[in-house]
């Protein structure tokens, strides 16, 4: 079954992009310069990840949870 789908594997593509994508902006910054365009949209994630980042830890930390539990 695709991600698109079902919800579960959605918001965990989502969280994982957000997660990836800030990650990448910390180690490399010069590659998510671009804010518009197709890799405008892996900026804004990067951006989520930077400014959200208690909420994005905690719904990293129920996802696993659930992952493992459920």
């Not at 991600?3 to 959605?10: G, Q």
């Not at 990448?24 to 949209?41: A, C, D, S, W």
């Amino acid at each position: 079954m695709s991600a698109l789908f079902n919800f579960h594997s959605f918001l965990t593509v989502v969280l994982l992009v957000i997660c990836t994508c800030t990650f990448l902006k910390m180690q490399f910054p010069t590659i998510l310069e671009q804010k518009t365009g197709f890799r405008g949209f892996f900026w804004k994630a990067a951006r989520i990840g930077e400014r959200l980042s208690p909420w994005v830890a905690v719904g990293c930390f129920t996802m696993g949870v659930s992952i493992i539990f459920f």
